[in-house]
Every structure is written in structure tokens, then in C-alpha cells.
T-cell receptor, first 112, second 114 residues
Framework: AQSVTQLGSHVSVSEGALVLLRCNYSSSVPPYLFWYVQYPNQGLQLLLKYTSAATLVKGINGFEAEFKKSETSFHLTKPSAHMSDAAEYFCAVKAAGNKLTFGGGTRVLVKP | ETGVTQSPTHLIKTRGQQVTLRCSSQSGHNTVSWYQQALGQGPQFIFQYYREEENGRGNFPPRFSGLQFPNYSSELNVNALELDDSALYLC?????????????FGPGTRLTVT
């Protein structure tokens, strides 16, 4: 079985401040982990993925995430928030098979 | 390279009716997955198709069914619509094979059941 928990359904940050979105997973096999972003009225866009290579993964738009097996976490960060980062972010795990299991999402609000 | 496309964009149906949603895969992709995203929630896996056969299914009743065609495009059919079927339906295409292969999502079809 596999599951994902995203702590905080809403996060508010000031423009230029650090963005930190938390994701914890459970998986019975070594997981593959993904972060997706969803802008209003759009589908999901892949930000980055962890596939058992480097534990620190860099993605698009200045985002990165670190896989920590001991903490079963895959938190997403961006050093300096931009207004265009306002969106909903989803963490997902792929364990056995090719099915993605998503967390409930975190909506990011960026204040000027 | 053509991305994943879905049609229609929006749809309004009445409870008890049937609906068909369509998806065209990204060029070169042979696997299609369908997800249901209720308002304020993360997407939930419905099923996946590979080589025109169902290749995994989530916790959805049999009135949710699908097809995949030789050109890898796909349909999602929902019979006997219920109010709770109102959601954004997302299609994702990928290459079969390793778990590292990411899924590329279309823009979705917003279904409203009244």
C-alpha cells in the first residue's frame, strides 16, 4: 500500500520569502516520488521527480526537493517566492505498478 | 511534439445519464491513465490502459469503464451518473516500462452532474 500526506492545505508566503511545502509518504517498496503544480483551471505540470538517484532533486522554476528515507519525507522548497508561484502543489508517490497516489494538495498564496 | 489533449473542456449532465470523455496521448506514449479530481482534493486513480487493455484499476465501480484505441487515444465512459461524479477528469499519458517514467497530464474535462 502507498499513501501521501501533505501537511498544510494552504500556505501563505511573501514575495521573495522561502517556500516550503511538506510531503510525507508511506510505501511498502522503494518509492518513486513526484511533485506536480496545478494552476487554476489547468491540468498538472511536473515540477520534479525522485527516482533513486541523487537525493536532492532540482526541478523547473527554481524548485528543489530532498528525499529523506529516514523521515519518509520529500519536502519541496524554493528560496525566493515569485507571484507566479501562486498555484496548488501536489506530491505523489509511485510504488508498485504505474499508478500515482496523490496527496491532498497545498495551495500557495504569494503576498506582494 | 504534441501534448495530451482532452475533450470536451466542460460538460453538464443530468443524474442518471451517461457520458464519454476523450483523450489523445502525447506523441510516442503508449499508456493512458485516468484520474478523478473532486473539488479541493488530489487526483484519484481510476484506471490505466496499455495495449488496448485495462492495466490496473483504482477503487471505482464498474460503471466507470474505458477504452484505448490502436493510436493510443482513450475514452472514459461513466454510466448512471451520480451527483458525486461531478469533478475534473484528468487523462495522463506515459511510456510503459519503468516506474521512473513520468505521466504527462492533459488540461482535464470539468464534469458537472445536476
Amino acid at each position: 500500500a502507498q499513501s501521501v500526506t501533505q501537511l498544510g492545505s494552504h500556505v501563505s508566503v511573501s514575495e521573495g520569502a522561502l517556500v516550503l511545502l511538506r510531503c510525507n509518504y508511506s510505501s511498502s517498496v522503494p518509492p518513486y516520488l513526484f511533485w506536480y503544480v496545478q494552476y487554476p483551471n489547468q491540468g498538472l505540470q511536473l515540477l520534479l521527480k525522485y527516482t533513486s538517484a541523487a537525493t536532492l532533486v532540482k526541478g523547473i522554476n527554481g524548485f528543489e526537493a530532498e528525499f529523506k528515507k529516514s523521515e519518509t519525507s520529500f519536502h519541496l522548497t524554493k528560496p525566493s517566492a515569485h507571484m507566479s508561484d501562486a498555484a496548488e502543489y501536489f506530491c505523489a508517490v509511485k510504488a508498485a505498478g504505474n499508478k500515482l497516489t496523490f496527496g491532498g494538495g497545498t495551495r500557495v498564496l504569494v503576498k506582494p | 511534439e504534441t501534448g495530451v489533449t482532452q475533450s470536451p473542456t466542460h460538460l453538464i449532465k443530468t443524474r442518471g445519464q451517461q457520458v464519454t470523455l476523450r483523450c489523445s496521448s502525447q506523441s510516442g506514449h503508449n499508456t493512458v491513465s485516468w484520474y478523478q479530481q473532486a473539488l479541493g482534493q488530489g487526483p484519484q486513480f481510476i484506471f490505466q490502459y496499455y495495449r488496448e487493455e485495462e492495466n490496473g484499476r483504482g477503487n471505482f465501480p464498474p460503471r466507470f469503464s474505458g477504452l484505448q484505441f490502436p493510436n493510443y487515444s482513450s475514452e472514459l465512459n461513466v454510466n448512471a451518473l451520480e451527483l458525486d461524479d461531478s469533478a475534473l477528469y484528468l487523462c495522463a499519458s506515459s511510456l510503459a516500462g519503468g516506474r521512473e517514467n513520468e505521466q504527462y497530464f492533459g488540461p482535464g474535462t470539468r464534469l458537472t452532474v445536476t
